[in-house]
T-cell receptor
Framework: EAGVTQFPSHSVIEKGQTVTLRCDPI?????LYWYRRVMGKEIKFLLH????????ESGMPNNRFLAERTGGTYSTLKVQPAELEDSGVYFC????FGEGLNEQFFGPGTRLTVL | AQSVTQPDIHITVSEGASLELRCNYS??????LFWYVQSPGQGLQLLLK??????LVQGIKGFEAEFKRSQSSFNLRKPSVHWSDAAEYFC?????????????FGTGTKLQVIP
């Protein structure tokens, strides 16, 4: 069974440019999460989809970040325009939906560098 | 708000030596507790989790963790470290309230293993 995949693995862009990160969850997982780790800091929750709906987007830093999950399958996270402080590693995770707390499976992350 | 503290940013141990990674959390009730590991170029992998019951939890790769309510701690241990254990380790908590997950991570502890 394929795990969570993320694309690209690395992205280097200049301040003011736009970048779109993609996450493909494990097939059949209704829950999809985005997290971010800024250098040296903790991994922070950004948002949570249940199928195509945003369940919780309280961690999104500002309106330069837009996440979508059309059709409840893969998700994209767009940063527009990118700022220096957006640099970090963006993780995606997915989990199945059922009774009780289900394990989140994480992707390898996308390392974003904004110059 | 919940928080997780991993006081050791970097730990170096000799191969074959024992290991203990510290984790303290702050939350009104007992949350769900996790330890994740991230090897270079890999995603976060769940080592073990505590929901309730026996306070000593066994995980994969020979790791265990002990939940101590009185100390709000969930320290990770391994009796004999292998060179392949070199990675970054994250403690995490989740209140799992309202039926949806919202994981809070610590800042991570980097483990270096020397021959």
């Amino acid at each position: 069974e394929a795990g969570v995949t993320q694309f690209p693995s690395h992205s280097v862009i200049e301040k003011g440019q736009t970048v779109t990160l993609r996450c493909d969850p494990i097939s059949g997982h209704d829950n999809l999460y985005w997290y971010r780790r800024v250098m040296g800091k903790e991994i922070k929750f950004l948002l949570h989809f249940v199928k195509e709906s945003k369940q919780d987007e309280s961690g999104m830093p500002n309106n330069r970040f837009l996440a979508e999950r059309t059709g409840g399958t893969y998700s994209t996270l767009k940063v527009q325009p990118a700022e220096l402080e957006d640099s970090g590693v963006y993780f995606c995770a997915s989990s199945s939906f059922g009774e009780g707390l289900n394990e989140q499976f994480f992707g390898p992350g996308t390392r974003l560098t904004v110059l | 708000a919940q928080s997780v503290t991993q006081p050791d940013i970097h730990i170096t141990v000799s191969e074959g030596a024992s290991l203990e990674l510290r984790c303290n959390y702050s939350y009104g009730a007992t949350p769900y507790l996790f330890w994740y590991v991230q090897s270079p170029g890999q995603g976060l992998q769940l080592l073990l989790k505590y929901f309730s019951g026996d306070t000593l939890v066994q995980g994969i790769k020979g790791f265990e963790a002990e939940f101590k309510r009185s100390q709000s701690s969930f320290n990770l241990r391994k009796p004999s470290v292998h060179w392949s254990d070199a990675a970054e380790y994250f403690c995490a908590v989740d209140p799992y309230s309202g039926g949806y997950q919202k994981v809070t991570f610590g800042t991570g502890t980097k483990l270096q293993v020397i021959p």
